[in-house]
């Protein structure tokens, strides 16, 4: 495995739900030994690093975001040896493993907030938000605003109220508490120590509570990250650390500190504004977003995704553009969740194959290291009629056999039903037949990742929008060290004609996609017609 201390620079992540995986025992269940198992299937698809959700002990009220024990594996999953096994095993191909590491709350199993409730004199007490009043900290928001009515929940044994930013059932620790910073570490120490890459670190903004302001983004809560960072650093050179802030991006800046915060932060608000361009056929959601983002330290990384684990989050957008895309991607109610969209991929894009690769070739053509978020390589749908998130977490569909292959258990056994109508079932969306077919959704996402990975400047690169007035078009050029990358893409319905001019490049350019020089487009001078939704990826290195 490379030992290039930026791999995540230019790396492509994977984000795998390990109970959603392969099931290694028949227990309807994923495990760790069933990951391993296809790890093959993983480095064929040429990802880099594998995301891995959380898989420590969890009375699950929150998928495992709700953490009852943080050195240990949820029996389902096996055990420490698996998971050790796991990072051999994804190292010897070349592939890293993060984990979620959930910084801001536990479970209220925990038996720190066990003793905490139970004995006001516990040195566990400290460790959780109490208040005799709900009225501290009014102006923090709800996040999820479906089910939780306030960030206080009475606790009856404690006779008191608990802080809480996600569900009452994950009380957030007190960061305030040095105790509680030297526990997080030495916690991050067992994994670090196991040998995985780094992690991806959940709902940092909200460590530290402040009256009189929003308790997000704090100052106190960039110093305890540092604190994390430089940890790290003097432990642990070359492992990573993601921030998961869903913020602006001049929010999202200060995450990456000057170089000594995180080394990456999720780009949340270019998100919806992809799905906006794409509907629209105009690129000016994406553009104005883009304008939106400073400049990052230079050892620093976004990372970009369509989709993941959770519902399309419409924090980021106005609430006219949240209504707009409700009404075009969530028609009906039951696809809304709290500020967002639980849906995945393929049906927000309505199954439609050139939508779908338009889509991924511009998120590739941005600047970021992009995520894959697991079945989205293959199309899935999602079941919105499970609950709260569940509907896109559905068994990754290997074959047409029973379970799709997922399991050998009982299907009333399995954690979630398969999908199995059309036209997302089984039948018709598995990865035994896409790699068997040269033109699947499975083999374009190959060709994505290797094109992606052998051009470092579309992850680093300069981005230039190119001089084209008509929005449906996005024209931009990506340069660094002597390459220049131009991207054009044709987000609508109509053939566009294009007559451009590229500044300061030589030569014929290689068209990316079928690995030909285009002559006739010699030094930069192009005249093309862009099909519906085609694409085109030009390499200039004179
Ligand atoms: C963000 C995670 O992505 C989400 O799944 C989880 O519910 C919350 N953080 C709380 O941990």
Not at 368 to 394: K, Q, S
Not at 403 to 428: H, R, T
Request: hydrophobic share 40%; net charge negative; glycine share 4%.
């Amino acid at each position: 495995m490379t030992t290039e201390p930026l791999w995540y620079q230019n790396a492509i992540f994977y984000e795998v739900n390990v109970r959603a995986f392969y099931d290694s025992n028949a227990d309807g269940h994923g495990d760790l030994p069933g990951l391993i198992e296809k790890l093959d299937y993983l480095k064929d698809l040429g990802v880099n690093c594998i995301w891995v959700m959380p898989i420590y002990d969890s009375p699950l009220r929150d998928d495992g975001y709700d953490i009852s024990d943080f050195l240990k594996i949820q029996a389902v999953f096996g055990n420490v040896q698996d998971f050790r096994r796991l990072i051999e095993e994804a190292h010897a191909r070349g592939i890293r493993i993060i984990t979620d590491m959930i910084m801001n709350h536990t479970s209220d199993q925990h038996p720190w907030f066990q003793a905490a409730r139970s004995d006001p004199n516990s040195p566990y007490r400290d460790f959780y938000v109490w208040s005799d009043t709900r009225e501290k900290y009014s102006d923090a928001r709800i996040i999820f605003l479906d089910t939780e009515e306030s960030n206080w929940s009475w606790d009856e044994k404690a006779q008191q109220y608990y802080w809480h930013r996600f569900y009452a059932s994950q009380p957030d620790l007190n960061y305030d508490n040095p105790a509680v910073r030297q526990a997080m570490l030495d916690i991050m120490k067992f994994w670090l120590d196991m040998g995985i890459d780094g992690f991806r670190a959940d709902a940092v903004p909200y460590l530290i509570e402040r009256e009189g302001t929003n308790c997000e983004n704090l100052p106190e809560t960039h110093a305890i990250l540092k604190e994390v960072r430089t940890f790290i650093d003097k432990n642990y050179p070359g492992r990573i650390l993601l921030a998961e802030a869903n913020q602006w991006p001049k929010d999202v800046l200060e995450y990456f500190g000057n170089s000594d915060e995180f080394h990456m932060g999720f780009h949340f608000p270019v998100m919806p504004r992809i799905f906006m361009a794409l509907r629209k056929a105009d690129r000016s959601s994406l553009v104005w977003i883009l304008e939106q983002t400073p400049p990052i330290p230079k050892n620093c990384q976004w990372c970009t995704f369509l989709r993941n684990h959770d519902e399309l989050t419409l924090e980021m957008v106005t609430e006219e553009e949240r209504q707009w895309m409700w009404q075009q991607y969530a028609p009906d109610p039951r696809m809304r969740l709290n500020l967002g969209i639980r849906r995945r991929q393929a049906p927000l894009l309505e199954n439609d194959p050139a939508l779908i690769r338009l889509a991924n070739v511009l998120l590739f053509s941005l600047p970021g290291t992009p995520i894959i978020y697991y079945g989205d390589e293959i199309g899935m749908g999602d079941n919105i009629w499970l609950f709260d998130r569940n509907g896109v977490r559905t068994p990754m569909q290997w074959d047409k056999t029973a379970n799709a292959g997922f399991s050998s258990a009982a299907p009333d056994k399995l954690y979630a039903s398969v999908i199995e109508q059309d036209p997302y079932g089984l039948q018709i969306v598995n990865v035994e037949d896409q790699l068997a077919d040269p033109n699947s959704l499975f083999n374009f996402f190959k060709r994505l990742i290797e094109i992606r990975k052998a051009n470092p400047a579309f992850s680093i690169g300069n981005l230039t929008w190119l001089d084209v007035t008509d929005p449906g078009v996005v024209a931009i050029s990506r340069v660094y060290e002597g390459q220049t990358l131009v991207i054009l893409l044709n987000l609508s319905l109509d053939t566009k004609n294009l007559h451009l001019q590229i500044p300061n490049v030589y030569g014929a350019p290689l068209d990316l996609w079928n690995n030909q020089f285009r002559m006739d487009w010699n030094d930069g001078k192009i005249d093309c017609q862009l099909t519906a939704r085609q694409y085109i990826w030009l390499k200039f290195t004179g």
